[in-house]
């Protein structure tokens, strides 16, 4: 109360989760096009947002479309779903699920979920408690971090290596955990850096959660979009060793991140984090949980049983073609270097190299300012955790590729402070 009036919000605003210096993905982009010179009549070319199906050559299976039309005209999927998600799209997403993995799935395992980041909510919400840490990948996927903020749970950072395609730093592991660390995320196949972990990889992170006592989070929205040396490994396959908290979508594989499908999975059959007590926990927490619409969810058993494996392989190809035309393409620039070559999902890191510039402070100023002059949208490496850094999305069409790729060479020549001889 101040001057007998109450204040309106938090009571005690010491206290509330600092969420300001959070950067989004979706509001640094939105930044990011309003500094485009629409008077510059170049067309703009985003490789900014993992969204494939802005472009033509990127769009889902007919099986998909046909599966939702059709519940939508059944008008037997207009009311409510139960909170958990439809019995019949449960049971269809475990047995997806079971296909590669050493035991079945149970449609008791997993939750149905508004999208991917609706299942990092509820991953993070469930294992909150005071005093908590958890550890979360640096580069990540910057969500990870403002969940984190709004439930009171500190966020640890454990680096990936570049210089060893990316991998987890183990050891840097051990080092942040303690007794109040309650889960390890990993993403795979990895948004931003564009790799696959291989087998070997993924037991050593399984055993080492293991040996800390805590469950790992496996963020696998990219799931199966490899396309390179290392298949894609589910790490439920070390759910013997480690409970796994697995998290999904149809939106990447499927090519509709706007039908806000996803899941949350408990890969878990040793029952060593699983208890009554989580499931009631989880069964609550999801009756005040928005889930997808009930006629999307209707149409999952049909997608996943019938899509013909020929749509998921163009994918593939197409992600395959793009990542070649992107790394040759960051070859002829010089100020930023690849080091290593995407495998999987539909972004890459590049190395920003600041000495070769004469008028650019930084990767958010590199970023704006190619906005501004080339009307070419992509990622300051800041936004998901590495300065001087930049994040390419290379999933749209060649010829935009291509176009955005020499507009950044052409930057590049513009502002470098080296002389080139004619």
Same mark, same amino acid.
């Given at each position: 109360?101040?001057? /007998?009036?109450? #204040?309106? /919000?938090?009571?005690?605003?010491?206290?509330?989760?600092?969420?300001?210096?959070?950067?989004?993905?979706?509001? &640094?982009?939105?930044?990011?096009?309003?500094?485009?010179?629409?008077?510059?009549?170049?067309?703009?070319?985003?490789?900014?947002?993992?969204?494939?199906?802005?472009?033509? =050559?990127?769009?889902?299976?007919?099986?998909?479309?046909?599966?939702?039309?059709?519940?939508? %005209?059944?008008? +037997?999927?207009?009311?409510?779903?139960?909170?958990?998600?439809?019995?019949?799209?449960?049971?269809?997403?475990?047995?997806?699920?079971?296909?590669?993995?050493?035991?079945?799935?149970?449609?008791?395992?997993?939750?149905?979920?508004?999208?991917?980041?609706?299942?990092?909510?509820?991953?993070?919400?469930?294992?909150?408690?005071?005093?908590?840490?958890?550890?979360?990948?640096?580069?990540?996927?910057?969500?990870?971090?403002?969940?984190?903020?709004?439930?009171?749970?500190?966020?640890?950072?454990?680096?990936?290596?570049? %210089? +060893?395609?990316?991998?987890?730093?183990?050891?840097?592991?051990?080092?942040?955990?303690?007794?109040?660390?309650?889960?390890?995320?990993?993403?795979?196949?990895?948004?931003? =850096?564009?790799?696959?972990?291989?087998?070997?990889?993924?037991?050593?992170?399984?055993?080492?959660?293991?040996?800390?006592?805590?469950?790992?989070?496996?963020?696998?929205?990219? /799931?199966?979009?490899?396309?390179?040396?290392?298949?894609?490994?589910?790490?439920?396959?070390?759910?013997?060793?480690?409970?796994?908290?697995?998290?999904?979508?149809?939106?990447?594989?499927?090519?509709?991140? /706007?039908?806000?499908?996803?899941?949350?999975?408990?890969?878990?059959?040793? =029952?060593?984090?699983?208890?009554?007590?989580?499931?009631?926990?989880?069964? #609550?927490?999801? !009756? @005040?949980?928005?889930?997808?619409?009930?006629?999307?969810?209707?149409?999952?058993?049909?997608?996943? %049983?019938?899509?013909?494996?020929?749509?998921?392989?163009?994918?593939?190809?197409?992600?395959?073609?793009?990542?070649?035309?992107?790394?040759?393409?960051?070859?002829?620039?010089? =100020?930023?270097?690849?080091?290593?070559?995407?495998?999987?999902?539909?972004?890459?890191?590049?190395?920003?190299?600041?000495?070769?510039?004469?008028?650019?402070?930084? !990767? @958010?100023?590199?970023?704006?300012?190619?906005?501004?002059?080339?009307?070419?949208?992509?990622?300051?490496?800041?936004?998901?955790?590495?300065?001087?850094? &930049?994040? @390419?999305?290379?999933?749209?069409?060649?010829?935009? &590729? %291509?176009?955005?790729?020499?507009?950044?060479?052409?930057?590049?020549?513009?502002?470098?402070?080296?002389?080139?001889?004619?």
């Amino acid at each position: 109360m101040e001057n /007998g009036t109450k #204040k309106w /919000g938090s009571e005690d605003a010491e206290n509330e989760p600092d969420t300001t210096t959070t950067i989004t993905i979706k509001g &640094l982009i939105s930044l990011l096009m309003a500094n485009i010179d629409e008077g510059n009549n170049k067309r703009l070319i985003s490789l900014g947002m993992g969204d494939p199906s802005v472009y033509t =050559c990127f769009h889902t299976s007919h099986v998909a479309t046909e599966s939702v039309v059709d519940a939508v %005209e059944s008008n +037997k999927y207009n009311g409510y779903a139960p909170t958990s998600g439809l019995p019949q799209a449960r049971k269809a997403i475990a047995e997806y699920l079971s296909q590669d993995l050493p035991y079945k799935l149970s449609p008791d395992d997993v939750f149905i979920t508004s999208g991917c980041t609706q299942a990092i909510d509820v991953a993070l919400s469930i294992l909150t408690r005071p005093g908590a840490n958890i550890l979360i990948p640096n580069p990540g996927f910057p969500i990870y971090q403002l969940s984190a903020s709004f439930r009171g749970l500190e966020v640890r950072y454990y680096d990936l290596l570049p %210089e +060893k395609g990316w991998e987890v730093d183990l050891d840097a592991i051990k080092a942040l955990a303690d007794q109040n660390t309650v889960a390890l995320v990993i993403i795979n196949p990895n948004n931003p =850096c564009g790799n696959v972990y291989s087998y070997q990889h993924l037991k050593k992170i399984a055993e080492t959660a293991r040996k800390l006592s805590i469950p790992v989070i496996a963020d696998e929205v990219y /799931g199966h979009l490899a396309f390179g040396g290392n298949p894609f490994v589910p790490m439920g396959v070390f759910g013997l060793i480690v409970p796994v908290l697995t998290l999904g979508s149809l939106s990447k594989r499927w090519i509709v991140p /706007g039908w806000r499908l996803g899941w949350f999975v408990i890969t878990d059959p040793s =029952c060593l984090f699983i208890t009554p007590k989580i499931v009631e926990r989880l069964k #609550k927490y999801f !009756d @005040i949980l928005g889930g997808p619409a009930t006629f999307i969810q209707a149409a999952v058993p049909r997608i996943m %049983e019938q899509t013909d494996r020929t749509f998921f392989k163009k994918t593939i190809n197409l992600l395959k073609q793009a990542s070649d035309i992107c790394l040759e393409k960051i070859q002829e620039i010089p =100020c930023i270097t690849c080091p290593h070559k995407p495998e999987g999902s539909m972004a890459v890191m590049v190395k920003l190299n600041l000495s070769l510039l004469k008028d650019i402070n930084d !990767d @958010i100023d590199f970023c704006f300012k190619l906005a501004k002059e080339e009307s070419v949208i992509i990622l300051p490496g800041v936004a998901v955790g590495l300065k001087n850094w &930049l994040r @390419i999305t290379f999933a749209a069409d060649p010829s935009f &590729l %291509e176009e955005g790729l020499e507009r950044i060479k052409s930057f590049y020549h513009r502002h470098t402070n080296i002389q080139y001889s004619n």
